[in-house]
């Protein structure tokens, strides 16, 4: 079974940059990054296969996902950050090699990390 844990959220001014880490105990497939903010609904942010990637149009320019196998890490670097991208970045895991936008494609989720943008 696939634990994953979140970390790197934090509070930061608009246009600068984090990077988000999230680490698997168990098997790591195609991987996903979504968010969360209060009073919204859980908003896609970007995917990654082996190397293919997909991203959200809001993000698409601005966020980099990628992974390092070794490691059973996948990041996400968030540059160029303004107050729409505040919410709860949470990384999810799927049990196959397939890309997908939607959160019910996803068996496994971290807890989640706070990403905080101020004006």
């Known amino acids: 079974q696939v634990q994953l844990v979140e970390s790197g959220g934090g509070l930061v001014q608009a246009g600068n940059s984090l990077r988000l880490s999230c680490v698997a105990s168990g098997p790591m497939f195609s991987m996903g990054w979504f968010r969360q903010a209060p009073g919204k609904e859980r908003e896609f942010v970007a995917a990654i296969a082996w190397s293919n990637t997909e991203y959200s149009d809001s993000v698409k320019g601005r966020f980099t996902i990628s992974r390092d196998n070794a490691k059973k890490t996948v990041y996400l670097q968030m540059n160029n950050l303004g107050p729409e991208d505040t919410a709860v970045y949470l990384c999810?895991?799927?049990?196959?090699?397939?890309?997908?936008?939607?959160?019910?494609?996803?068996?496994?989720w971290g807890q989640g990390t706070q990403v905080t943008v101020s004006s």
């Open positions: 999810a895991a799927r049990m196959n090699w397939d890309i997908g936008t939607l959160a019910g494609e996803y068996y496994r």
